[in-house]
């Protein structure tokens, strides 16, 4: 791959010391960072030298929770003022045409989407597998897009009959599950520094798969040393679902179910109580925080204040781009750090009355995007920028009309104080898939009209 020299940038490099240049360089060698500093201290010279004057640095962010799948079903007239459960009963049967082409079109524009926000890691959770789809076509397509992926074999295998939420003809046979998820580790699974593709086992929500199901997915997760992530408490509906079908509250549910531990992560975690918090701090399992998606179906705010304070790990997720109709990190940066303050005003917030209770800055919503998101995926060689990790940056042009005035006085929190904008660079593994703006691994206009007739195709039958 050679070298690659960045120079001349405003880096926020989101070290343990939190380090930033006002004039930095980075030296990459085959994907690898190998010097952060100061311009004047680094190599002047590289296979390739991009001065980036006038530009901000970040890490790249890390997207803990998405349904890629779901792009093809943003802005359904049918689904647009529904809560969760009504959401997913009118959008079920209209998932269950999806085909393997449509899966790889939609990935393509979801993680094109990410890396247009900076973004250069993504979760994805697919979990319903229709007319020969196979989580091969998501990763086919992320492997020829660029962006890191962790490939969650979702699954759904309790249905209507048997008291689920999905209808049958969504799910699939246990066995046919298990043996999937064990096809797909062994084929793809990559645990070396800088792996581009992992594979997770995510059985779907406790509404939709069967204890048996969980605990086995477990068991198989455990024995080849990969992660397990699954929706949880994301609705008072759930949780009353989990107390008339299992008798607990859905922590105590995967309590239950061998579902706690540090190669754990759940999406949502909205409806916790203080005694749950405990249990994910002590156990060490990640939250993805999903707030676009919370407020979309009127779910509630979670308590992440209360899970960083008690030392839980939390990364951000878009979540499915039908319950965000947009698949923009950066922005949804944004939203952790506004929506997180509107909490705090919801509970009577006052810094004259209690200073010990702050807002959350800028650069803690932007810590949570990197290393919060990294911590959750269990990766440790992503989330900053240092030596030794992945070459993994994004930047953004500080000279944008839309910066015009923040940026000169916080180049870092202008990024996330300032509206979300499209980012000016993003490299994965020290490879460019955005440059001056433009994906350069796939035509956009092209994979947009692909993308919607796909879209037509799907929601028309």
Request: proline share 4%; charged share 20%.
């Amino acid at each position: 791959m050679g070298t690659l020299l960045i120079k001349h940038a405003y880096i926020a490099t989101f070290d343990d010391r939190q380090t930033e240049l006002s004039d930095g360089s980075l030296f990459i060698r085959d994907g690898f960072i190998e010097q952060v500093g100061p311009t004047a201290s680094l190599p002047s010279a590289a296979d390739q030298v991009l001065d980036l004057s006038g530009h901000v640095v970040l890490p790249g962010l890390v997207n803990t929770h998405h349904h890629f799948y779901q792009t093809l079903t943003r802005n359904i007239p049918a689904a647009q003022n529904a809560n969760l459960f009504n959401w997913l009963k009118t959008l079920y049967p209209i998932w269950a045409r999806l085909t393997p082409e449509a899966i790889y079109t939609s990935t393509q524009t979801a993680l094109a989407e990410l890396a247009l926000s900076g973004c250069t890691t993504a979760s994805d959770h697919l979990y319903l597998f229709p007319n020969g789809s196979k989580l091969d076509d998501e990763i086919e397509a992320a492997l020829a897009l660029g962006v890191r992926l962790h490939a969650s074999r979702g699954s759904m295998s309790l249905g209507e009959s048997a008291g689920g939420l999905p209808p049958d003809s969504v799910t699939d046979k246990e066995e046919v599950i298990l043996a999937d998820s064990q096809r797909l580790i062994q084929k793809y699974h990559q645990s070396q520094p800088g792996a581009v593709i992992q594979i997770v086992l995510a059985p779907c929500s406790p509404f939709s798969v069967t204890g048996s199901l969980m605990k086995q997915s477990a068991a198989l997760a455990r024995e080849y040393g990969v992660h397990l992530h699954t929706h949880l408490a994301e609705t008072e509906d759930e949780e009353q679902f989990c107390l008339e079908k299992f008798g607990y509250r859905p922590v105590g549910y995967m309590e239950s179910v061998d579902w706690v531990g540090p190669d754990v992560w759940f999406a949502h975690s909205v409806y916790v109580n203080p005694a749950e918090i405990d249990v994910f701090a002590r156990h060490q399992c990640g939250v993805a925080h999903c707030p676009t998606s919370n407020m979309r179906l009127a779910s509630g705010i979670a308590p992440i204040k209360q899970f960083l304070a008690a030392g839980v790990k939390v990364g951000l997720g878009v979540d499915g781009s039908a319950s965000n109709d947009g698949s923009h990190l950066l922005a949804e940066a944004r939203q952790a750090m506004l929506l997180s303050r509107l909490k705090e005003g919801i509970t009577g917030f006052s810094l004259s009355n209690d200073p010990s209770r702050k807002l959350m800055t800028a650069r803690e919503a932007l810590w949570l995007a990197t290393r919060g998101g990294a911590a959750v995926l269990g990766r440790t060689d992503i989330g900053s920028l240092e030596a030794g990790k992945c070459a993994d940056f994004f930047a953004v042009n500080l000279g944008a009309l839309d910066l015009a005035g923040g940026a000169v006085h916080d180049p870092v929190a202008a990024v996330v104080f300032c509206q979300p904008r499209r980012v000016d660079y993003t490299c994965v593994g020290g490879k460019w898939i955005v440059k001056q703006g433009q994906l350069v691994t796939v035509d956009e206009h092209q994979l947009a009209e692909a993308h919607n007739r796909a879209a037509r195709r799907l929601v028309n039958g």
